[in-house]
């Protein structure tokens, strides 16, 4: 029983380091880019966008040229943030590695 109470008593202490990085993670931000740092992003640890940056010579262009590069700066600060999420989390777990795409509920 004594050892049932020990694997409990870890268990929580795991759990409870997993919530401080993941509240240490919700307050990161990453920056994302596309086009040669012609949009940049700027995302919270929870997967909110906090800015959008655009150079002023990239306004001249189409429409769609813009929205493609939006696109792809949000897709590359989402790819930082779980990396970000992989990196921190696992050293909460000890070392517990984990799964690629793996996102926490917030």
Do not use: W
């Not at 920056?31 to 150079?55: C, F, I, K, N, P």
């Not at 600060?77 to 779980?82: G, I, Q, T």
């Not at 921190?88 to 509920?105: E, H, I, K, N, S």
């Amino acid at each position: 029983m004594k050892g049932l109470k020990e694997l409990m008593a870890q268990a929580q202490q795991l759990q409870e380091q997993m919530r401080a990085a993941q509240e240490d993670i919700a307050k990161e931000e990453v920056h994302g880019e596309a086009g040669g740092g012609l949009v940049r992003v700027t995302m919270s640890g929870r997967h909110d966008v906090r800015r959008v940056h655009l150079e002023p010579s990239l306004l001249g262009e189409d429409r769609e040229v813009i929205e493609d590069l939006i696109a792809a700066a949000v897709n590359d600060a989402v790819r930082r943030v779980e990396a970000l999420q992989r990196e921190r989390l696992a050293g909460a777990a000890g070392g517990l590695t984990l799964p690629d795409g793996f996102r926490m509920p917030f």
